[in-house]
């Protein structure tokens, strides 16, 4: 009689807890949507950690966002990172990785695997660590003062060229601290993605790749979106 009570009892939680999983689901697919006017032929996608992508076109520059959730980290909570790459031939050799405050949890982030470390260019800030391939001095110091701009914002993590394009990676926001301690879960407050914090990131990469290139220029600190521009 006992069980009979209580399968009713499992049954309801069973499903409360599908619904969970389907509404967190549904919420990591479309975290992106509400940017998509921001890029000339946008297209969806989904990464396979769960969380919404999105490609397209900002002010002619192939683009490519995705959103990045950080494995649980010793004694810190996890992370959930948002990152910007503009595709774009960059007509340099060689690849620079610059990490802020590195943890040893960027898997994400190729410094590891790069041979060189070089030194920090005089105005960034500390807790910077640079790797790079050999002789990737040129496009440090081509790069200096615009990635020196780009890092004064506090929440950017990462910042790498290469020849093929270049990546920023920003925090997005931190891990429910009551979810990580007692149940150790990735938990995140964010579930939406507003305009207003892609575009200025959308703005720093493609300033960056014309800072290179000399392809271009932005005036001021907020690009038209890409659609109206196009």
């Known amino acids: 009689m006992i069980d009979l009570l209580v399968l009713p009892i499992l049954g309801a939680a069973g499903y409360v807890l599908y619904r969970r999983s389907r509404t967190a689901s549904a919420e990591r697919t479309g975290m992106l949507r509400p940017c998509e006017d921001l890029l000339a032929e946008p297209v969806h996608g989904r990464d396979p950690t769960g969380f919404g992508t999105l490609a397209g076109r900002f002010l002619n520059l192939p683009v490519e966002i995705r959103i990045i959730p950080e494995a649980l980290a010793f004694r810190r909570l996890p992370q959930l990172w948002l990152s910007v790459s503009v595709h774009h031939p960059m007509g340099v050799r060689g690849t620079i990785d610059v990490l802020r405050r590195v943890v040893g949890a960027e898997f994400y982030a190729p ?17 910077t660590l640079v790797r790079g391939s050999r002789s990737a001095e040129p496009i440090l110091d081509r790069a200096s ?33 009551g979810a990580y301690l007692l149940l150790r879960e990735n938990r995140f407050p964010v579930t ?39």
């Open 111 to 127: 410094a590891d695997n790069l041979p060189e470390r070089y030194d920090v260019p005089e105005g960034w800030p500390g807790e």
């Open 192 to 230: 939406r993605i507003g305009p207003e914090h892609l575009r200025p990131m959308l703005t720093r990469a493609t300033e960056l790749v014309w800072s290179l290139t000399g392809e271009g220029t932005v005036h001021g600190s907020e690009a038209p979106p890409a659609r109206a521009a196009a």
């Open 145 to 177: 003062a615009a990635v020196a701009t780009i890092l004064a914002e506090p929440r950017v993590k990462e910042v790498l060229l290469t020849p093929r394009g270049i990546r920023i990676v920003s925090q997005l926001c931190q891990g429910d601290r």
